[in-house]
């Protein structure tokens, strides 16, 4: 299993586009300075984890859009896991999912729920 020394739980979507992009950003801000950082989409969070998804959400100065900020965020090392029962549920294919993005079920968001060093949970 990963060592996680942040992990962000996020059960948003462009409804509450705050949230995700202040997820985004505190995982890239993170990552960048070498921390291992998992961001865990539920619920509907699971549908930012789709190709061209991400083009929705954009709050504005002096934030980043979703866009810049999944892949950098991606690019920096950070991890995206994704729910399966949620993907489920909320009617996401596997094969839409964006690459780096990984499938992960319920065991190992309990898993990184107790081990994680440190969470942020933006629900």
């Known amino acids: 299993m990963d ?3 942040l992990l962000i739980t996020l059960t948003q979507h462009e409804r509450d586009a705050n949230n995700v992009t202040i997820a985004f950003t505190m995982g890239l801000k993170a990552a960048q300075k070498g921390h291992a950082v998992e961001l865990l989409l539920l ?8 190709k061209g998804y991400a083009n929705k ?5 002096p934030f980043e859009p979703i866009s810049k900020l999944l892949p950098a965020f991606l690019d920096a090392g950070g991890k995206l896991k994704v729910c399966s029962a949620c993907m489920i549920h909320n009617g996401v294919d596997e094969n839409t999912l964006v690459e780096g993005a990984e499938i992960i079920d319920a065991d190992y968001v309990v898993y990184a729920v107790l081990e994680a060093k440190k969470s942020l949970q933006l629900n």
């Open 43 to 50: 619920s509907d969070g699971v549908h930012l984890a789709t």
């Open 3 to 5: 060592n996680i020394d």
């Open 57 to 61: 959400i954009d709050i504005g100065e």
